[in-house]
């Protein structure tokens, strides 16, 4: 197997006297799309902001690629190709789409940051849009620029938070086809957080379940799936 892009260790994030995370660990394959689901609470959102260097874990690990980033913060580990999106969108509404996707890619070391931009906004089919103004975008058009934000630069791995979230089903299952085609595409790792979970085992290459910090099950989609302890924690008995 090839070297992860990404590896979490032992992660442990305490919040007072909570223990929101509680000795996760995870690992992402180049161009895996891994699924990180839970009930509210489990602890989804705290790993991604330790991943992505925004609260820092009070024990673990993360390493990208081989290097270990536990100590650098987000800025330093974006330049190092860790990339990410918020549950709300990082938009910016009174700018044209064009104009800030090549500011993102600038800013993300791109060599070429017009080009960058002009293939990213290609792929999730908003190229017509350019020259609009962000703002005035439809709700699943804005999804699909806050994901062009995130990514250009090509990052090696890309920590989405809620993704879906206020889409209708079709605009979900667009979102889910562009994300699978350009993780195959441009071999950018993801840790996929999303309530939806139809579209998390849709799409991804594996899954880890979190409850109450602790992750419970890990693995294929359809195994874990399958796993009575996730289905009695999470999934139901419709699932
Ligand atoms: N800033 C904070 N201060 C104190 N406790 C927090 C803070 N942020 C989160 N928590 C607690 O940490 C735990 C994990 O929260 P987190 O938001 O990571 O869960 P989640 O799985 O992302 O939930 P959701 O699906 O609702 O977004 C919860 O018990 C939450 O109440």
Redesign the pocket.
């Known amino acids: 197997m090839s070297q992860p892009a990404l590896q979490a260790e032992g992660l442990t994030?305490q919040?007072?006297g909570?223990r929101?995370?509680d000795g996760v660990s995870l690992a992402l394959q180049p161009g895996e799309i891994r699924g990180l689901i839970?009930?509210?609470?489990?602890?989804?959102?705290?790993?991604?902001?330790a991943i992505s260097g925004r609260?820092r874990a009070t024990t673990g690990r993360v390493t990208l690629r081989g290097e270990d980033v536990s100590r650098l913060d987000v800025v330093q580990r974006r330049a190092r190709g860790l990339s990410r999106s918020f549950?709300r969108t990082s938009i910016f509404a009174g700018m044209q789409v064009r104009e800030q996707v090549e500011l993102a890619a600038h800013r993300s070391g791109a060599a070429d940051a017009a080009a960058d931009a002009a293939e990213v906004l290609d792929e999730l089919e908003l190229a017509h849009l350019g020259k609009a103004v962000a703002g005035d975008l439809g709700y699943g058009e804005q999804r699909r620029l806050d994901l062009a934000l995130a990514l250009v630069g090509a990052p090696a791995v890309l920590l989405l938070?809620?993704p879906m979230a206020g889409l209708s089903v079709k605009e979900s299952h667009d979102l889910a086809r562009h994300l699978r085609r350009l993780t195959g595409k441009r071999e950018v790792s993801v840790l996929l957080?999303e309530?939806d979970v139809d579209v998390v085992f849709g799409i991804s290459h594996s899954v880890t379940v979190?409850e109450?910090?602790r992750v419970i099950a890990s693995g294929e989609p359809a195994a874990v799936r399958a796993d009575p302890r996730v289905r009695e924690a999470y999934l139901g008995s419709a699932a």
């Open positions: 994030i919040y007072g909570v929101a995370v839970g009930p509210n609470g489990a602890g989804k959102s705290t790993v991604i902001d609260r549950q938070d809620e957080v309530h979190l109450l910090g």
